[in-house]
T-cell receptor, first 110, second 111 residues
Framework: EDKVVQSPLSLVVHEGDTVTLNCSYE??????LLWYKQEKKAPTFLFML????IEKKSGRLSSILDKKELFSILNITATQTGDSAVYLC??????????FGKGTRLHILP | NAGVTQTPKFRVLKTGQSMTLLCAQD?????MYWYRQDPGMGLRLIHY???????AKGEVPDGYNVSRLKKQNFLLGLESAAPSQTSVYFC??????????FGDGTRLSIL
C-alpha cells in the first residue's frame, strides 16, 4: 500500500531558528515528491522534486530528495512567524495518483 | 482566470441527506482530484480522474461517488450523508508533470 510519512507531526521553535521537516515515502511507480504550505485555506505549492541530490531553493526554504533512501527534507532557515503553517508532503505516481502525508504543524514563537 | 472553483463553500446537512459538491477548473487540466482533510490526517484522496469520462478510487472512496462528464467539472456526490463525512473537502487539478492547483475548500458538517 502506498504511503507517505511525515515527521515530526508538530514542532514549536523560536523565531530565527532553523528547522528540518522530514518526509519518507513508499509509492509504486514513483514520479515526484511535492511540498506544500497550508495556512488557513488551500495548500500552496512550494517545491516539486524529481531527481535525487539536487537541492531546490526559494528564499529561506530549500528541499532535497533521496530516491535511494526514499525520503525528502524541507529546511527553513531564519524562521519567521509567517512560516507558521502546516507543511504537507505528497508523492506522485506515474499515473498521477497523489498521496499526501499527515503534515507537520510548525509554530514559530516570536 | 479563476483557477479551481469549489461550490458551495459551506454546507450543513442532516444525516441521510444527499448533496453534490462541484469543482470547476478553467485551465484545461486533464487530471482532477477530490480530497478530504480532517484534523491531524493530512489530505486523503477520495476519488480522482485522469480525463473526461474516467474516474478512479482513491484511499477513502466509500460513501462517495464522482462524475467527470465534462473536462472542466468534477462532481463529488454524497448519496446518504453520515456524521463521519463531516470534513473539509478540497478539489485539485493538474496537467501532466506539474503540481496541483487547489480550490479553497468546502466545509461540510453532517448533523
Amino acid at each position: 500500500e502506498d504511503k507517505v510519512v511525515q515527521s515530526p507531526l508538530s514542532l514549536v521553535v523560536h523565531e530565527g531558528d532553523t528547522v528540518t521537516l522530514n518526509c519518507s515515502y513508499e509509492v509504486t511507480n514513483f514520479r515526484s515528491l511535492l511540498w506544500y504550505k497550508q495556512e488557513k485555506k488551500a495548500p500552496t505549492f512550494l517545491f516539486m522534486l524529481t531527481s535525487s541530490g539536487i537541492e531546490k531553493k526559494s528564499g529561506r526554504l530549500s528541499s532535497i530528495l533521496d530516491k535511494k533512501e526514499l525520503f525528502s527534507i524541507l529546511n527553513i532557515t531564519a524562521t519567521q512567524t509567517g512560516d507558521s503553517a502546516v507543511y504537507l508532503c505528497a508523492a506522485t505516481r506515474v499515473y498521477d495518483k497523489i498521496i499526501f502525508g499527515k503534515g507537520t504543524r510548525l509554530h514559530i514563537l516570536p | 482566470n479563476a483557477g479551481v472553483t469549489q461550490t458551495p463553500k459551506f454546507r450543513v446537512l442532516k444525516t441521510g441527506q444527499s448533496m453534490t459538491l462541484l469543482c470547476a477548473q478553467d485551465m484545461n487540466h486533464e487530471y482532477m482530484y477530490w480530497y478530504r482533510q480532517d484534523p491531524g490526517m493530512g489530505l486523503r484522496l477520495i476519488h480522482y480522474s485522469v480525463g473526461e469520462g474516467t474516474t478512479a478510487k482513491g484511499e477513502v472512496p466509500d460513501g462517495y461517488n464522482v462524475s467527470r462528464l465534462k473536462k472542466q467539472n468534477f462532481l463529488l456526490g454524497l448519496e446518504s450523508a453520515a456524521p463521519s463525512q463531516t470534513s473539509v473537502y478540497f478539489c485539485a487539478s493538474l496537467t501532466g508533470g506539474q503540481p496541483q492547483h487547489f480550490g479553497d475548500g468546502t466545509r461540510l458538517s453532517i448533523l
